[in-house]
């Protein structure tokens, strides 16, 4: 039996963490929410300012969700794995490196035109050296995740796993992560396609 | 030379996203990569992106890049030395 322990969501301009509003700034746009929700959560981190949306997005998704702890004191670096998937893959990068290109190209651009850097930059901030993959989908697909998800915790290849989706393109946004692992916390839940859809679309899961 | 100095701190902030500074905070001597501001190598790319898109220089000698990059001052050194007059 596996537990999510932890998770976030990112929407609408509020982050929420296990249910509980973390931050809303209903007025600004895409870019100066996510530089005053890093100012909100007085991280320290200057590397965020480098990085695309989709990167700062993700990270700010994983930095509330694993608030008040610390993942590699809980379980080997080795054996956390990372589970992304979005839609737009980083188009929205992608888009501005290409607007670039009539110019000189920015090579502080390029370096985020794959969808996988917001993994690289989640598992340098938490220390995370597990197997790691990256899916582009239509929609997002909870039971796949689950499944995928599951199994790399079943089949022991990892002790906990970050799963979610984490998409941006131009106005869009969305994240939605969650830490699923085999140690059981108060508050959590087992990890099932049923809770994974609950808490990403209603915040209020039963076990 | 000062007022050079200034302008390009104002631009390594801009061009390398570096918000969480103000120009104030960057040494005219200070190094700009390891143990200074801890620049790394893509910031170098965009250093060099930006001394040809706002001073109209190219570095035709890659091997110089440390020497030159090595502080807001040598940066203007090397940009007064090779800006194009008028």
Same mark, same amino acid.
């Given at each position: 039996? @596996?537990?999510?322990?932890?998770?976030?969501?990112?929407?609408? @301009?509020?982050?929420?963490? @296990?249910?509980?509003?973390? *931050?809303?700034? +209903?007025?600004?746009?895409?870019?100066?929410?996510?530089? @005053?929700?890093?100012?909100?959560?007085?991280?320290?981190?200057?590397?965020?300012?480098?990085?695309?949306?989709?990167?700062?997005?993700?990270?700010?998704?994983?930095?509330?969700?694993?608030?008040? +702890?610390?993942?590699?004191?809980?379980?080997?670096?080795?054996?956390?794995?990372?589970?992304?998937?979005?839609?737009?893959?980083?188009?929205?990068?992608?888009?501005?490196?290409?607007?670039?290109?009539? $110019?000189?190209?920015?090579?502080?651009?390029?370096?985020?035109?794959?969808?996988?850097?917001?993994?690289?930059?989640?598992?340098?901030?938490?220390?995370?050296?597990?197997?790691?993959? *990256?899916?582009?989908? =239509?929609?997002?697909?909870?039971?796949?995740?689950?499944?995928?998800?599951?199994?790399?915790?079943?089949?022991?290849? /990892?002790?906990?796993?970050?799963?979610?989706?984490?998409?941006?393109?131009?106005?869009?946004?969305?994240?939605?992560?969650?830490?699923?692992?085999?140690?059981?916390?108060?508050?959590?839940?087992?990890?099932?396609?049923?809770?994974?859809?609950?808490?990403?679309?209603?915040?209020? /899961?039963?076990? | 030379? =000062?007022?050079?100095?200034?302008?390009?701190?104002?631009?390594?902030?801009?061009?390398?996203?570096?918000?969480?500074?103000?120009? =104030?905070?960057?040494?005219?001597?200070?190094?700009?990569?390891?143990?200074?501001?801890?620049?790394?190598?893509?910031?170098?790319?965009?250093?060099?992106?930006?001394?040809?898109?706002?001073? $109209?220089?190219?570095?035709?000698?890659?091997?110089?890049?440390?020497?030159?990059? +090595?502080?807001? +001052?040598?940066?203007?050194?090397?940009?007064?030395?090779?800006?194009?007059?008028?």
């Amino acid at each position: 039996m @596996n537990y999510i322990t932890s998770w976030c969501r990112i929407r609408q @301009n509020a982050v929420t963490a @296990n249910g509980q509003t973390v *931050f809303e700034d +209903r007025a600004s746009g895409l870019p100066d929410f996510l530089t @005053n929700t890093y100012r909100y959560l007085q991280i320290d981190y200057p590397k965020f300012y480098k990085m695309d949306r989709l990167c700062q997005l993700g990270f700010l998704a994983a930095e509330v969700m694993l608030r008040g +702890r610390t993942l590699k004191e809980e379980y080997p670096p080795e054996s956390v794995a990372v589970v992304l998937a979005n839609r737009h893959s980083s188009l929205d990068t992608d888009v501005r490196y290409q607007e670039s290109m009539s $110019g000189i190209p920015s090579p502080a651009l390029f370096v985020y035109t794959l969808p996988n850097i917001v993994i690289g930059e989640i598992c340098i901030r938490h220390q995370i050296k597990g197997e790691n993959t *990256f899916f582009v989908q =239509e929609q997002f697909d909870i039971p796949f995740l689950n499944d995928y998800t599951g199994q790399l915790l079943e089949q022991g290849a /990892a002790l906990a796993v970050i799963g979610g989706w984490v998409d941006v393109f131009q106005d869009q946004y969305e994240a939605f992560l969650y830490l699923a692992g085999q140690k059981q916390t108060p508050g959590s839940v087992i990890h099932n396609r049923q809770n994974v859809s609950a808490l990403y679309g209603i915040v209020d /899961a039963g076990s | 030379m =000062e007022s050079l100095m200034q302008d390009l701190k104002a631009k390594i902030i801009g061009q390398l996203n570096l918000q969480h500074l103000s120009p =104030e905070q960057i040494g005219d001597d200070e190094p700009l990569f390891v143990d200074g501001l801890g620049l790394d190598s893509i910031d170098a790319l965009e250093l060099i992106v930006m001394l040809q898109q706002h001073y $109209g220089i190219k570095i035709a000698n890659p091997e110089e890049g440390p020497k030159i990059f +090595r502080s807001v +001052r040598s940066i203007a050194e090397y940009v007064m030395a090779h800006q194009k007059v008028g």
